[in-house]
């Protein structure tokens, strides 16, 4: 299976400034059709993860532009341009170039 | 608006099975592929079972081959799985979820369901 880690686990932000997260994985993600099968989901308190990000860097319907992806190959990192107090929670990068589709264990985002 | 409505929360003995269900509101069953993801308490998410994008065969993680099996009704729009030879670390929250959008053919999830808490205790 492809394993897939994350940086920091834990990321404390202050509102209105940038953010990253780090992801890698143990393989590839390039499928040869050109693009890569990494996505980013967003898991926020009491709620189901919800879609953030697909092949990348593509947004999700309805997500703001501050979430941003970039990446190929086996590196790749979600930004918050400026975070808000909703974007606490955690995020998870998912693979899906292999089966099984395997996840990240998750950075948690929470306000300083 | 388009949901997955699943069943509620469960509690089985180690050994037993369960089967939960998810009821899509607002679309056709027929027109979507329903994959099946857990998260073990305090842990993170696990993809259980879907269908392959190329030939719309069901797949199993190899984890969970022999014990865990999809279904779907497409009269009621409503999916199922079914987890047997349950052990204390199948405790988790299911989800059923798909993607509705044109997002291509890589997993891209845009639609989950509340999610359905299996509890295994003797």
Aim: aromatic letters at 12%; one cysteine or more.
């Amino acid at each position: 299976d492809i394993v897939m880690t994350q940086s920091p686990l834990y990321l404390p932000v202050t509102p209105g400034e940038p953010a990253s997260i780090s992801c890698r994985s143990s393989q590839s993600l390039l499928h040869r059709n050109g693009y890569n099968y990494l996505n980013w989901y967003l898991q926020k308190p009491g709620q189901s993860p919800q879609l953030l990000i697909f092949w990348v860097s593509n947004r999700a319907s309805g997500v703001p532009d501050r979430f941003s992806g970039s990446g190929s190959g086996t590196d790749f990192t979600l930004k918050i341009s400026r975070v808000e107090a909703e974007d606490v929670g955690v995020y998870y990068c998912m693979q899906a170039l292999q089966s099984p589709d395997t996840f990240g264990p998750g950075t948690k985002v929470d306000i300083k | 608006q388009v949901q997955l409505v699943q069943s509620g929360a469960e509690v089985r003995r180690p050994g037993a099975s369960v089967k939960v269900s998810c009821k899509v509101s607002g679309y056709s069953l027929s027109d979507i592929l329903i994959h099946w993801v857990r998260q073990n308490l305090g842990e993170g998410l696990e993809w259980m079972g879907g269908f392959d994008p190329e030939d719309l065969e069901r797949i199993y993680a190899k984890k969970f081959q022999g014990r865990f099996t999809m279904t779907e009704d497409t009269p009621t729009d409503t999916a199922y799985m079914v987890l047997s030879s349950l052990r204390y670390d199948d405790t988790a929250i299911y989800y059923c979820v798909t993607t509705l959008k044109d997002y291509g053919d890589g997993d891209a999830f845009d639609l989950w369901g509340q999610g359905t808490r299996v509890t295994v205790s003797s």
